[in-house]
């Protein structure tokens, strides 16, 4: 069964401290794997895409990993802002190019 | 530039009353379209999603339909609408063999 599970649920860090956010999957054959961000009522941004031939992709002070063997994938936040306080969701495609499978988020909250 | 609208932001509808939810997308053609539909705390769920004009698959059984009249339109409809349709709906597009979906603001809708 084609699953993505996401850890922590929710956290708490202060603001300017780095975090580590999980992705795991079973989806296959694996095509994709994103990171979105959604804000409190708001539909979900894009934040990095990774196809399976890449390691990791920067985005400002996100960076996301990828390890298709293991089928991980950590999104990292540099020097934490308030406005980084949303929840996070790993979300994976397979090679149809129609199926999204999404995880149920991280919601990170960052306080002064 | 692509973009993508959803109306009306906001709903609030009794029990066994109809709905309908639009979506329009500008700036690009014939792309794939999806409806989502977030419970509180919960993670997106995909409803239904189209390859093209009059091609609906529905992904979870319900009292909801789709319909796409047009190329860039997408509709999400329901007869009679229960408390448990409460929710953050949410439109995307993306272009097949291209991985990115585009999310739309969402409709938050209120079922009483």
């Known amino acids: 069964k084609n699953q993505v599970e996401q850890s922590p649920q929710s956290l708490i860090i202060l603001e300017g401290k780095n975090c580590t956010l999980q992705?795991?999957?079973?989806?296959?054959?694996?095509?994709?794997l994103r990171w979105y961000k959604q804000d409190t009522g708001r539909g979900p941004v894009s934040l990095t895409i990774?196809?399976?031939?890449?390691n990791t992709k920067s985005n400002g002070r996100y960076t996301a990993t990828l390890d298709a063997d293991t089928k991980q994938s950590s999104l990292h936040i540099t020097a934490s802002q308030l406005s980084d306080s949303a929840s996070y969701i790993c979300?994976?495609?397979?090679?149809?190019?129609?199926?999204?499978?999404f995880g149920t988020g991280t919601s990170l909250t960052v306080i002064p | 530039s692509q973009t993508i609208h959803q109306w009306p932001a906001t709903l609030v509808q009794p029990v066994g009353s109809p709905l309908s939810l639009e979506c329009t997308v500008e700036?690009?053609?014939?792309?794939?379209l999806y409806w989502y539909r977030q419970a509180a705390g919960r993670g997106l769920q995909l409803l239904f999603y189209?390859?093209?004009?009059?091609?609906i698959s529905s992904e979870v059984p319900q009292n909801l339909s789709a319909s796409r009249p047009q190329d860039r339109q997408f509709i999400l409809s329901s007869k009679k609408l229960l408390l448990s349709d409460s929710g953050f709906y949410l439109c995307?597009?993306?272009?097949?063999?291209?991985?990115?979906?585009?999310f739309g603001p969402g409709t938050r809708l209120l079922v009483l």
């Open positions: 189209s390859i093209g004009i009059g091609q």
């Open positions: 700036g690009t053609s014939n792309p794939n």
């Open positions: 979300v994976v495609s397979d090679e149809s190019g129609n199926q999204f499978y």
């Open positions: 990774m196809t399976f031939s890449e």
């Open positions: 992705c795991n999957y079973t989806v296959s054959p694996f095509s994709n």
């Open positions: 995307a597009w993306s272009v097949l063999y291209v991985e990115t979906q585009y």
